[in-house]
Every structure is written in structure tokens, then in C-alpha cells.
């Protein structure tokens, strides 16, 4: 057909595409609630077929940690800071899962659907932001950590290892921690070339900020600068709000800890919308 074509149907038929790919990021920030749980409730729906292994899968890993070390180390360690050292350490595993869950799913889940299915593309034709789904995304990571830290708060007070109803207090820690974690992995994501570039956060992060927050034994252990270095990791704060609660002591310095877990989220959330955008649109 010619350049000249009055109906100028070839050029119509090139550019339509060109103005759908640049339509559906835009705009930036989620619309309403009622977007982004639909996002939460379609990730939902798909996980709930295979919720048994899933939650087996999530749960296996810290409860080795809690048993072995606990039971292990427990005999040789006795008490740490007036209880056993299964129960402070049930305390800082419940942390450690909740941080793990919300990455691995932020993550490598995450970038399934993002870059591998194309499912972020196939929602975003619908009415529905870039922000409606990064929110909707980060909100199920952190339900995965909720269950995946709630699950093993109730096995540590059922064989008492916390105390009722101090635990059930750390539920709202457990939730906002969810969503720090799921926000710093979703930037994560927002680089990852493929699946093997989250072996450098898992590497890099997760393992130094799991051996160094006071999960396996108290920060008060560590050298001044390496403690005072540990203030910036927000699982050190997880940690110090949960472990109290669970074992029925008095939380310390409570809205230091709130803070810097909602100023982690708050930016990790932003910085996590903006880079997607610009990966998104390329």
C-alpha cells in the first residue's frame, strides 16, 4: 500500500502498537484499593493449587534452623539473656522467615510473572496501573510472610517458646516487616537480568543481614562498630520488635524500630515504581 494512501492504514497498523506499550505504565502510583487486591487475589487463586508444598517449602528451612541449632546449640549454649536459647532463637527465626518468604516470592516470583509469563503486561491492559500491581505484588509477598512467620510464632507457643498474648502483639511487626522485605527485593527484581542475579542480593544481603541482626545470638556480642553498623539493617529492627514480644519483655526504643522499618518500606516502594516504570517502557 503507498505512503500516500489516504486512509494511511499501513502507518495506523505500525503505530498502534508503539502507543499500547507506552500507554499501560501510566499512571505511575496505584488508582484505588480495590485494584491492587485484585491483583492480591489473583496471585492468591493461582498459589492456592498448590498451597500444601508451597507452604511446606517455606516452612522447612527455618524450622531446621529452629530445631537444630536450637535443640543443638541449646545444650551447649543453656541461656541467653535470662530464657533458652531455643526460645531466643524461635524468636529471631520467626524474623529470618518472614524476611526470606517476602524476598524469594518478591523475587523469583515476581519476575516470573514480570519477565518470563508477561502477566504484568496482560494485567496492565486491563484498567490497572504499573503501581496497582507492584503494590499488589509486594502486599501477597508479604502475606507469604505473614503465614510463613505466623506459622512458626504459633509451634514456638505451642511448645512454649513464646508467650501468649505478647505474641499475637508481634502479628502487626510481622505484617510491616513483610513489606519492607517484599519492597527491597521488588527493586531487586526491577535489575534482574534473569533468574541467577538474585544469587548477588541472596549473597551480598539476606546472609550478612541474617548472621548479623541478632537472629542466632545477641547483638551485644559483636564489636562496637559492627553493632553500631547493624542499626541500619532492617531485619536487626524486625528482630529487636518481635523477640520481645514473643517472650514477654518489655520492647525497647519501639518507634526507632517502627520507623526505620516504614522508612525502609516507604522509599524501597518508590525507588522499586520508578525503576519498574523505566524497565517496563523500554
Known amino acids: ?49 498448590l498451597a500444601i508444598p508451597s507452604m511446606i517449602g517455606n516452612l ?57 509469563q508477561r502477566t504484568w503486561e496482560a494485567i496492565m491492559h486491563a484498567p490497572l496501573t504499573l503501581g496497582d500491581v507492584v503494590l499488589g505484588e509486594i502486599v501477597w509477598a508479604a502475606s507469604k510472610a505473614v503465614l510463613s512467620g505466623a506459622a512458626i510464632m504459633l509451634v514456638a507457643s505451642a511448645l512454649g517458646y513464646a508467650q501468649m498474648p505478647g505474641a499475637l502483639m508481634a502479628l502487626p511487626v510481622i505484617v510491616l516487616a513483610g513489606i519492607t522485605f517484599a519492597s527491597l527485593a521488588m527493586i531487586v527484581t526491577a535489575f534482574a537480568p534473569g533468574y541467577d542475579f538474585f544469587m548477588f542480593y541472596q549473597t551480598l544481603v539476606i546472609t550478612p543481614m541474617l548472621l548479623l541482626s541478632g537472629v542466632f545470638f545477641p547483638l551485644e556480642q559483636l564489636p562496637e562498630g559492627v553493632r553500631t553498623a547493624t542499626g541500619f539493617l532492617p531485619l536487626s529492627h524486625a528482630v529487636a520488635l518481635i523477640r520481645p514480644l514473643m517472650l514477654g519483655t518489655p520492647v525497647q526504643h519501639a518507634a526507632l524500630h517502627v520507623g526505620v522499618l516504614v522508612a525502609y518500606a516507604v522509599v524501597a516502594l518508590i525507588v522499586a515504581l520508578v525503576m519498574l516504570r523505566r524497565r517496563m517502557l523500554k
Open 1 to 49: 500500500m503507498s505512503e500516500q494512501d489516504p486512509q494511511n492504514t499501513g502507518v495506523a497498523a505500525v503505530a498502534r502498537p508503539a502507543a499500547i506499550h507506552t500507554h499501560y505504565p501510566q499512571p505511575l502510583l496505584p488508582r484505588n484499593a480495590r485494584n491492587w487486591m485484585m491483583v492480591w487475589y489473583r496471585n492468591f487463586m493461582v498459589w492456592k493449587k
Open 60 to 116: 522447612a528451612d527455618p524450622m531446621i534452623y529452629l530445631f537444630g541449632l536450637g535443640l543443638g546449640l541449646g545444650l551447649l549454649v543453656g541461656q541467653v539473656n535470662g530464657v533458652s536459647y531455643i526460645a531466643f532463637l524461635a524468636a529471631g527465626t520467626t524474623a529470618s522467615s518472614v524476611m526470606m518468604s517476602a524476598s524469594f516470592e518478591a523475587m523469583y516470583s515476581a519476575f516470573s510473572r514480570m519477565h518470563v
